[in-house]
């Protein structure tokens, strides 16, 4: 399969253009050309660019000429990175090279006759000798569509080509063979790529020359802000690219020319060998969309606000990185900026700099769908990695954003301009919302998977009697699921349509990942083809062959009444972290059928987007999560404003992998009962059943239980001791017998003459029921972690994704008993005792452990330092010390750190914190009498309007953050990794050495915000090295209260398996602290 290109003609017999591709002169603001206008000096070949199938159709104004459809055969026959090329038109061909005066084919071996024609012989000829029923004496010229010569010029080129016909097929010819002689006066050549702003009909492929063509602007139209019909007519020209540019992406494949056995490679060579007669030769094309694949200010929320000195100019750009000019970016009324670099004969590259406005995008992500970047002083495509540029200034009030840099070719031993015609193609996304309203104008989504997929209405371009249709290639769209799947980035879009089903499908091309993305493996890409059709009855046929080459991706199967019902996904599905790379939405097809888009969406102005309303929280009866929402469309009306209508199809999911209606083959066996995981709606009731049974008189015993100790009747549950006698009020905890178990020793507790301590088990004996449904078995069932549902405690849910409410109150109880830091708050006792905490926060088992600060052993620390030890002795023993079947099998860090610290449980560290900011916010206000954990979950997870009236913020809370919409910055602002940088901004700490050095260094006088964490994280390591080393004498010491002696402590230094096994654990350590965890942390909380 070749990699390179040819080029469409003979170079040394063009002469200079006389008209240019773009907008034409003197209607430069209604007419833009797409077709690259030819003359030559001679008579030239038309040769392929590629192999392909060959559509001819008559000339409109000579009869003497034929124009030519090529139809790439292979979407990545051809590498250039670019965006896959739908058609090459090739006008203006002498007829005389293909068909005769009575139009069929030129005999066989003809002198005038093409390649083409010799090559329809040649395949005629061998389809001959295998069927004996053919009779005719010469091929139909129905194999290059000329039976469709006479059809209205109206209709669809699309449809034609992909029409099913038994008794023809497109001919197919190799790529470097010759079409046809180009008229030497009347010639172009155009590259229409797979876009879907124009759809070509017949009238298209005959003209002469093809221009996109637009009423003369209105008064108060400025460039970039028209009625949006007029500015939907424009966006056509997104469907087309100068050639001059398109083989200038060929600069590492090369580019084939007659007559030269080596392909012509290089910015320098392709220039001066190709680009010399094209006007556009040094133009820089500079293509920006928007996040729903329109151009930058389609939704009018880039130009700024009327009465800004600026308002209208979309971008600053510069070329030095310092000084930088408005632009505005629809030059000429058209929805693309050609620039001109400025002479360079100094360097191999130009830069060009681009600041983009920050009113109704904050933190403007963008991603280089085609660009370079400079490795080694050569310029190479830009790889995935480096295809994200974020915002660098975090300044949210400021007007403009930082400057994102690109590079470009150059070529300083040129005369005059330098720069060769290229092209820069990004996509502006929109990560966060304002804090004023957006535009109307704008599409915006509410859930992630919003405006993802679709048209709505969308049908493949493959024949209507196929069995099965389908297409990929619609499109690009970022998708950030980080928080729902663990993965976020830029996903292919595709469509298919069987008989009985239709599946809109997306896969990961290019992955963000500003940190590390928690919960899975690396996504493995498999590459699609463009499209096609098949005679089976299911999609199957073809989506196996293309997009599921790759060993992680298996076929569900699902029986439904007698018929069986395939859907593609990973091979384990383990909510809500585990994602193959691949979403498929899946519908009936009758459901597809049925759908009728309303009349106040104008799909001329705006493609049908799906979106989905109300995902609701369900289990079915084996605890495993799922939700279930309404499936919806997002468009435009007929004036630009965004509107969106239900469609009356309700979709199920596990974990947003797979999304099917239950008509189309339900993948989730549903079952009445909801065990597992807890609505956070659900829970904040629950707890208050909870406070009303514990919290006042219930027969002769008054339990009268403050904000910690419901807390702790719950915690107990999942991390701590508890005995089973529903039927006995006064049980106690079991406070200091399990290590690990139960890491709060000793915490204080009112006392009473009646019991020691009020812990029981929850059994709700006066109070059994809420909503039908028991509140002990909800709150003491265990949410689907490790596949098993082996989680101590449910999941809370809510828009913000899953949540683990064992880890929330393990970790606020932690807080609130023991401070955590500095030092001196911990152990507040005299100096000579400042190596262990007073006596009522700790139990004497853990004296002599180097582990203090019982939140490392109830929070984020715990679940970075384990992975480490479990790693550690998987490498030294060469088996898993974890017993379960969902064990490693080899040494794998990642694997230990997904099990030890799945997004649920970091979650659950996160809210920890912010519960307590909430706890204390509330409780500063005096006048809260009363104060109840429900009135702290509802603040951090509802809001202060769902707060009951008798309680209130303070009028000046202590804390900047409360509510869970704010989780990361809370932490990180609580644990040392984020700090006010006192203008109303945050500075992230590891990105200041000498900051990130003290905060890491042990606790003094001399630097109060030292928090010793490389310390702390090795420590806690030797007590898990300990922990699983030496569970039953510890177990012994622990349950009898005893000191643990330290020379039963495990040190990694008595390890001799390992030349340095300190400095390897540490390194360990390093590495999941700083590369994984704190980057996750950063990305979510900057």
């Not at 159709?57 to 034929?66: E, G, I, K, R, Y």
């Not at 790529?175 to 006066?185: I, V, Y």
């Not at 996504?523 to 997009?547: C, D, F, H, R, Y």
């Not at 009728?596 to 999560?625: C, G, K, R, W, Y």
């Amino acid at each position: 399969m070749p990699s390179t290109a040819h080029f469409f003609t003979d170079p040394s017999k063009l002469n200079a253009q006389l008209t240019s591709y773009g907008p034409v002169s003197g209607n430069e603001n209604t007419e833009y050309m797409v077709a690259s206008k030819l003359q030559f000096s001679s008579e030239a070949d038309a040769i392929a660019v590629c192999t392909g199938y060959v559509f001819l159709q008559p000339h409109a104004t000579d009869n003497s000429l034929v124009n030519l459809d090529l139809l790439p055969m292979l979407a990545d026959q051809i590498e250039n990175n670019y965006t896959a090329v739908k058609y090459f038109i090739y006008r203006g061909l002498k007829k005389s090279n293909i068909l005769t005066g009575s139009d069929a084919f030129l005999a066989e071996s003809h002198p005038d006759a093409s390649d083409l024609v010799n090559s329809i012989w040649q395949q005629y000829n061998m389809l001959k000798t295998l069927v004996s029923t053919i009779d005719s004496t010469s091929p139909n010229t129905a194999a290059v569509g000329w039976d469709t010569s006479s059809n209205p010029g109206t209709d669809s080129l699309n449809e034609l080509l992909n029409a099913d016909n038994s008794d023809f097929q497109l001919a197919a010819i190799q790529a470097g063979q010759t079409l046809a002689k180009f008229d030497m006066l009347n010639a172009g050549f155009e590259v229409m790529l797979e876009e879907h702003f124009y759809e070509p009909d017949l009238a298209y492929v005959r003209a002469a020359d093809f221009k996109i063509t637009t009423t003369t602007p209105q008064s108060g139209d400025i460039p970039g802000n028209q009625p949006i019909a007029k500015m939907r007519q424009r966006e056509a020209i997104l469907n087309f690219m100068d050639p001059a540019a398109w083989y200038m992406t060929f600069f590492k494949a090369g580019v084939n020319i007659p007559d030269d056995a080596e392909p012509v490679k290089g910015f320098d060579a392709l220039y001066t060998t190709l680009l010399s007669t094209f006007i556009t030769r040094n133009t820089l094309y500079l293509d920006i969309r928007n996040e729903n694949s329109y151009s930058l200010n389609y939704y009018n929320d880039n130009e700024g606000q009327t009465g800004d000195s600026d308002y209208g100019e979309h971008i600053q750009v510069s070329w030095d990185g310092t000084t930088f000019a408005f632009a505005n970016y629809y030059k000429d009324y058209w929805p693309i900026l050609t620039l001109s670099p400025p002479a360079n004969t100094t360097t191999e590259f130009n830069e060009l700099h681009v600041k983009f406005r920050k009113i109704y995008n904050p933190e403007p992500l963008l991603y280089a769908d085609y660009a370079v970047e400079l490795i080694s002083d050569t310029l190479i495509n830009i790889s995935s990695s480096m295809k994200f540029k974020q915002e660098t200034n975090p300044v949210l009030a400021a007007t403009w954003s930082s400057s994102f840099t690109f590079k470009l070719p150059n070529n300083p031993a040129a005369s005059g301009n330098t720069a060769p015609a290229f092209p820069i193609k990004l996509m502006n996304i929109r990560q966060k919302n304002p804090d004023i309203a957006l535009p109307s104008t704008v599409v915006q989504k509410e859930h992630f998977l919003d405006n993802a997929f679709g048209p709505a209405n969308y049908v493949p371009d493959v024949a209507a009697g196929s069995s099965t249709q389908w297409v990929s290639g619609l499109g690009k769209k970022f998708i950030d699921g980080r928080n729902e799947m663990g993965v976020s980035g830029i996903f292919e879009m595709g469509m298919g349509i069987s008989s009985t089903e239709v599946s809109f499908f997306a896969s990961i091309i290019d992955e963000y990942r500003p940190g590390i993305t928690l919960g899975r493996s690396q996504v493995k890409k498999s590459t699609p083809e463009t499209g096609g059709k098949s005679q089976s009855s299911s999609l199957i046929a073809e989506l196996k062959k293309t997009w599921f080459k790759d060993r992680n991706f298996e076929l569900q199967k699902q029986e439904l009444s007698g018929s069986t019902f395939y859907i593609m996904d990973q091979k384990t599905l383990d909510p809500p972290t585990n994602f193959s790379g691949l979403i498929n939405l899946v519908i009936s097809k009758s459901e597809y059928d049925a759908i009728t888009i309303p009349s106040n969406l104008d799909t001329t102005i705006h493609a049908p987007l799906l979106s989905f309303q109300s995902f609701s929280m369900e289990s079915d009866n084996n605890q495993v999560p799922y939700r279930k929402a309404a499936l919806k469309v997002n468009g435009a009306t007929s004036s630009g404003t965004k509107t969106t209508a239900g469609l009356g199809v309700d979709l199920l999911t596990f974990n947003y992998g797979i999304l099917n209606s239950e008509a189309a083959g339900n993948v989730v066996e549903l079952e009445e009962a909801v065990n597992g995981i807890i609505t956070v709606n659900g829970f904040i009731e629950m707890l208050k059943v909870v406070e009303d049974v514990y919290g006042e008189r219930e027969g002769i015993f008054d339990f009268g239980d403050n904000l910690i100790e419901i807390c702790t009747r719950l915690r107990v549950h999942y991390y701590g001791g508890e005995q089973d006698m529903p039927d006995v009020y006064d049980l106690k905890d079991n406070v200091y017998g399990k290590i690990f178990n139960n890491s709060i020793p000793m915490a204080e507790y009112m006392v009473d003459l009646i019991f020691d301590r009020k812990l029981e088990r929850l059994p709700f004996t006066t109070r059994a029921l809420f909503s039908g449904v028991n509140v002990y078995d909800q709150l003491t069932s265990h949410g689907n972690e490790n596949a098993v549902k082996d989680n101590p405690s449910p999941y809370l849910v809510n828009d913000l994704g899953y949540v683990d409410l064992g880890q929330v109150l393990y970790g606020f109880e932690s807080i609130f008993y023991q401070p955590h830091y500095p030092p001196s708050s911990i152990f507040p006792t005299p100096p000579s005792d400042m190596d262990k905490p007073p006596s009522n926060t700790f139990s004497p088992s853990y004296e002599n452990f180097p582990v203090k600060i019982v939140n490392d052993l109830a929070g984020w620390l715990a679940n970075i330092a384990i992975p480490a030890t479990e790693y550690f002795l998987h490498v030294r023993d060469d088996a898993s010390p974890i017993k379960q079947d969902y064990a490693p099998t080899t040494p794998n860090l990642q694997a230990y750190y997904d099990i030890s610290a799945p997004i649920v449980d970091l979650n659950g560290n996160a809210d920890s914190i912010g519960i307590l900011w909430a706890y204390e916010v509330l409780n500063e206000n005096i006048n809260n009498e009363g104060l109840k954990l429900s009135d702290v979950f509802t603040l951090y997870y509802k809001g202060e309007t769902f707060l009951r009236p008798e309680i209130a913020l303070p009028s000046s809370p202590s804390h900047p953050f409360y509510t869970a919409g704010n989780r990361w910055k809370i932490f990180a602002l609580f644990f040392g990794f984020m700090v006010d940088d006192g203008v109303g901004g945050y500075i992230w700490v590891p990105d200041s050495p000498t900051l990130w050095a003290a905060v890491k260094s042990p606790y003094s006088s001399s630097n109060p915000i030292g928090k010793d964490y490389d310390n702390r994280l090795f420590f806690y390591s030797e007590f898990w090295l300990t922990r699983r080393e030496s569970t039953k004498s510890l177990g012994i010491y622990l349950l009898s209260n005893m000191k643990y002696p330290d020379f039963l402590i495990n040190h990694f230094s008595d390890n001799t398996d390992f030349t340095q096994p300190v400095l390897w654990i540490k390194n360990v350590l390093n590495d999941l602290f700083e590369t994984k965890f704190l980057s996750f942390v950063k990305n979510l909380a900057m």
